[in-house]
């Protein structure tokens, strides 16, 4: 979701790439369903791990900043990146997974989350991609 928040937020000003801890889960569908109700489609999307970057190219030192959701990915982000001048920042966000006894409990959940990242990054960047501190 933070993904497909933060492009429909900046647009192609800035270059975005999500990764996790773990690259081998397809998208949960509460996470594609609440994004479709702000026109962020994420259908299409296909998690990847910090590794499968690091294979299929990427760098870490071509990026600028590392924003972490969860505490492992935090730690994820901080082994990898010691060795670069690279910002990590974490966002205590809520798992939304798991919450729920049924299907509209559990899409309130998710929206919760959304509703979470995108206030953090309006708060975090600006409409055109200019960060702010």
Do not use: C
């Amino acid at each position: 979701m933070a993904e497909g928040l933060l492009k429909q937020h900046v647009g192609t000003s800035v270059f975005v790439q999500s990764a996790g801890v773990k690259g081998d889960m397809e998208i949960d569908g509460f996470a594609i369903a609440v994004g479709r109700e702000l026109n962020v489609e994420l259908s299409r999307h296909r998690t990847r791990s910090f590794d499968d970057l690091m294979e299929w190219g990427d760098a870490l030192d071509s990026y600028d900043l590392i924003v972490a959701l969860s505490p492992a990915a935090q730690r994820r982000a901080l082994d990898y990146t010691r060795h670069y001048a690279l910002k990590v920042e974490y966002w205590q966000v809520m798992d939304p997974s798991g919450f729920g006894d049924d299907r509209d409990a559990k899409m309130q959940r998710y929206r919760d989350v959304r509703n979470q990242i995108a206030a953090k990054i309006a708060q975090r960047f600006e409409p055109n991609g200019i960060v702010t501190d």
